[in-house]
């Protein structure tokens, strides 16, 4: 007999579900490879008191992932909101922000930046304005001390499920342990059920807030391989361009040494930041 449950907690190919009455039931993949994503809806099937096997995954809403040439890495699914975790010290990369924003405005996500670490307040102004190019394209930011005021960013979670995405060092797990106080308790009791010393930042965790507002935990980032997308999907993840593309001359302009190209006019009239349409170009590069 199949059951229906949540995976709150993806580690290689051993997951948790939550099945209806609200007990976890450690769970395996049928088959040799695995899509499922914390987040992901399953239909499992048990096979034992302590054990069960995922059947097949229900339609998904969303997935967020990155890639590379050889593999993919899925951080979460079916998600409203992605919380960008960056922080005034250590210093954070604006291509990995860039590439974040790719990836979650390529599945329609919504994106909060937040920026950690603000009682560091003589490190506040760079960082605020490395993040200006973000803000003036709509992206919201937060700023916030996660050990003193974690509380704040609250507000922004309320009925949304939200996925926490940044690079190491960051604070989110700070985030985490003040916005959810048994985190260390629920993350121990998962790597139980997963026999492993593994904790919060190897493996994806999904934690409720409340009955509407759920919180997951993805591990820290380095890099954000987008080779998933194609050239259209890539255009259309930057905001900026938006309203410039199908005006080139060419049909397949590549925004590069076409003539009449319109985004480059654009950038010319600096109506788009430089850094941005660099990361663009190195994206388009990776993925041709």
């Known amino acids: 007999m ?15 579900v939550e099945q209806a009455d609200g007990s976890t039931l450690p769970c395996f993949p049928r088959g040799k ?5 914390c987040g992901d809806r399953v239909d499992f099937r048990p096979t034992a008191a302590d054990q069960g096997v995922i059947e097949a995954i229900q339609p998904r809403r969303n997935l967020l992932y990155r890639s590379n040439e050889y593999r993919q890495k899925l951080i979460a699914a079916n998600v409203d909101q992605v919380v960008l975790v960056v922080a005034t010290e250590p210093a954070f990369s604006d291509e990995l922000v860039t590439r974040t924003l790719v990836a979650a405005e390529s599945q329609d996500i919504d994106v909060l930046i937040v920026l950690n670490k603000c009682d560091l307040e003589d490190r506040v102004p ?21 050990r ?4 704040d960013l609250r507000l922004h979670l309320a009925g949304r499920t939200s996925v926490l995405v940044g690079q190491s060092g960051m604070g989110k797990s700070t985030l985490v342990n003040a916005l959810v106080p048994e985190a260390n308790a629920a993350t121990r009791e998962i790597s139980a059920a997963l026999d492993s010393g593994k904790h919060t ?53 590549r925004h590069d040494r076409e003539p009449d190209c319109a985004l480059r006019l654009a950038l010319a009239e600096r109506r788009m930041d430089e850094r941005r349409f660099a990361a663009y170009r190195r994206i388009a590069a990776e993925i041709a």
């Open 201 to 253: 930042t190897t493996h994806a965790c999904l934690y409720h807030l409340d009955g509407s507002s759920h919180l997951i935990d993805s591990p820290g980032l380095q890099e954000f391989g987008l080779a998933h997308l194609d050239r259209d999907g890539l255009e259309h993840a930057f905001r900026e361009f938006r309203p410039y593309l199908g005006q080139c001359r060419f049909r397949d302009c």
């Open 126 to 146: 760079a960082a605020r304005q490395r993040l200006q190019i973000f803000a003036s394209l709509g992206y919201p930011v937060v700023e916030l001390c996660a």
């Open 33 to 37: 490879k695995s899509e499922i994503a």
């Open 148 to 151: 003193a005021h974690a509380e």
């Open 2 to 16: 199949k059951d229906s449950g949540l995976v709150i907690a993806a580690h290689g190919r051993q997951y948790v």
